[in-house]
């Protein structure tokens, strides 16, 4: 996850000296635009700070100076939004500052109304909100566990009692007790969205994306389609091992899939869950990556130091050495922190870190190319004005990591040492490979998807606050066809053990991600003159791949994101395609699997 603040300055261009009577000109949109950026540039690093402390030790203290310094933010950047909105219309602007007008305006993720005490509010609640999930705790065998553990214990524990004990006890604490103040957040941000012209504030993240909110949800529904057969397959066939495992008194033949035995707290990857699904014979594709980094000892750092070697082996120059020393890599002792794993970039130029409690795992070494991606991305980008520090849209700053993480195929592991040449699976493996890949890779497609689906309702009014639960029920059946392990109601709040839901975190660019690591993916290894089945290339090492992955990073958010996938892929489009082509054998002998088999729910 990408974790940037867009800081403001807390008292700057209240009545800025170009709000004049008469019609604004260009040169005065130049001007706003320029004086904008810099007062951006200059006050984010202390912004970021705060937010980095209060992510890093959560305390009384650190969340009342991080909601200080958000709702300044908020405010001033509501008053630049505003001001953004009244230059948007004059003739004769140049591309470049209609561009950064726009990303002014919509630039907001939760936007405040331009009224005394609003951000304030807005930003106490989102703080409140956040802070509570990171010190939210659920409980296995009645004794408490934290939110990274739980999920640890998730993947791992097969008995079914103790899987909805956690599940039930993390929603229950987590999400149950922020319904209230969720509904007050929506409230106040809708309020800010309109005051900047906007429907609402779904409307507004959609319009972030060079097209209209219509024509962004219509893309959305476009991809689902082109990817939606491959889902029902995987869920057909997931749905039967499940049932041969615990029988029909726990997970029937037909039907949603009881979610809490998917190995995830929200069921949104299935990965864990491969021992039970995978295929006799083939299902064994002969190494386990978390054993592999065990025996090699493998330690967090260790694991960082090789996510490192993979962009340097493409000609990426080393992390700096303030990363090292400022990153939070493991779960400190002594204090709360926020698990979630998140990349950061506090100076806009060379101050990168992530922060995550790693464990030695497969799944953590994917999380760290995946984080690593979003700290490359930002140093690519440095040298863009302040408003084009960002990815060509918020996908393509998701979808970086992920196209690394692909590349951790047994071959790479090989490259890196961590598997033995005679160990690498043989052909006949294949369909285990890309099984283990959809388990996770697939089986997220409308989990991300649905949790804006969801918000955007919200935001709409067409999901009204008393429906939030039967309505956030009712899009996890339509889209992923599963369904709560225990019965839930409205004094229930399940979006809210969802981290992020109450840290207002746009969530439709993760399923972007998925659609478009597997595009850069494809193009990478086609320059890479790469002949194998796609799923096991590797272009490890290959630094002409490098060089034009870096010219698309180094774009930024400067021009419209077709043209920064047009640098890397050749194409304009956003498709679902490349996806499909990746599993195209998985599809075809799940459907064999499937024969005679009821599929749906």
């Given amino acids: 996850m990408l974790r940037t603040a867009v800081s403001v300055l807390a008292l700057a261009i209240a009545t800025p000296a170009f709000a004049q009577a008469t019609a604004p000109t260009p040169a005065q949109a130049d001007a706003f635009v320029a004086d904008a950026e810099k007062q951006l540039a200059v006050l984010s690093v202390p912004a970021n700070q705060q937010n980095w402390i209060n992510a890093t030790y959560i305390t009384d203290d650190t969340d009342a100076l991080a909601a200080k310094v958000n709702a300044e933010q908020t405010e001033l950047s509501v008053k630049l939004a505003g001001e953004a909105a009244r230059f948007a219309g004059v003739p004769g602007l140049s591309i470049d500052t209609k561009r950064k007008l726009d990303l002014l305006r919509g630039g907001i993720t939760l936007p405040a109304a331009a009224r005394p005490g609003a951000a304030d509010e807005l930003a106490t609640l989102t703080t409140k909100m956040s802070s509570a999930y990171g010190k939210g705790r659920g409980t296995l065998d009645g004794k408490p566990i934290n939110g990274s553990d739980i999920e640890a214990a998730m993947g791992e524990t097969r008995d079914p009692a103790k899987l909805q004990e956690m599940w039930t006890t993390w929603h229950d604490q987590v999400g149950a007790p922020m319904r209230g103040d969720y509904g007050k957040m929506v409230g106040l941000a809708n309020e800010g969205a309109k005051g900047l012209g906007y429907t609402d504030v779904g409307a507004m993240w959609r319009a972030g994306y060079d097209m209209t909110p219509e024509q962004f949800a219509a893309l959305s529904d476009k991809i689902w389609k082109q990817v ?31 979610s809490d035995l998917l190995g995830n707290m929200w069921a949104q990857e299935w990965g864990n869950i491969y021992d039970i699904v995978a295929p006799a014979g083939a ?54 922190v926020i698990c979630h794993a998140s990349a950061w970039d506090i100076d806009n130029a060379d101050d990168i870190r992530i922060k995550m409690c790693t464990k030695v795992n497969g799944d953590d070494f994917v999380t760290i ?88 309702g919200v935001f709409s009014g067409a999901i009204a606050p008393g429906q939030y639960q039967a309505s956030w029920d009712a899009l996890r059946l339509q889209y992923q066809g599963i369904k709560p392990p225990v019965a839930r109601d409205e004094t229930k709040f399940d979006p809210g053990a969802k981290y992020h839901v109450p840290a207002g975190v746009p969530y439709i660019r993760y399923f972007l991600a998925r659609v478009l690591q597997f595009q850069f993916y494809e193009a990478a290894c086609k320059q890479a003159g790469w002949k194998g089945p796609l ?67």
């Fill in 228 to 258: 939606e057969p491959l889902y029902l397959a995987l869920h057909t066939y997931t749905r039967w091992k499940l049932n041969e495992k615990y029988g029909d008194a726990v997970q029937s033949k037909t039907g949603p899939i009881r």
């Fill in 283 to 336: 299902g064994d594709v002969g190494y386990d990556t978390g054993a592999l980094l065990k025996a090699k000892g493998y330690d967090p750092l260790k694991m960082v130091k090789a996510g490192e070697g993979f962009y340097s082996s493409l000609g990426f120059a080393p992390l700096p050495s303030t990363f090292w020393d400022r990153s939070q890599i493991v779960k400190p002792a002594d204090r709360e």
């Fill in 369 to 456: 190319h995946h984080e690593l991606g979003h700290n490359y991305y930002q140093r690519a980008y440095k040298t863009q004005p302040f408003l084009y520090k960002n990815g060509a849209n918020d996908g393509f700053h998701e979808a970086i990591g992920d196209t690394i993480a692909l590349s951790i195929t047994p071959q790479y592991l090989v490259q890196i040492g961590l598997l033995d040449q005679a160990k690498v699976p043989s052909a006949d493996k294949d369909i285990g490979l890309l099984l283990r890949q959809a388990m996770d890779k697939v089986a997220f497609l409308p989990f991300g998807l649905l949790i804006d689906k969801w918000r955007w």
């Fill in 535 to 601: 799923h096991r290339c590797s272009f490890y090492g290959d630094k002409a791949v490098g060089a034009k992955l870096n010219a698309m990073l180094a774009m930024g958010q400067s021009k419209p994101w077709p043209d920064a996938l047009q640098v890397f892929t050749g194409s304009r489009e956003m498709s679902g395609a490349a996806l499909v082509r990746y599993f195209a054998p998985l599809k075809t002998w799940l459907d064999k699997q499937n024969k005679g088999k009821p599929t749906g729910w």
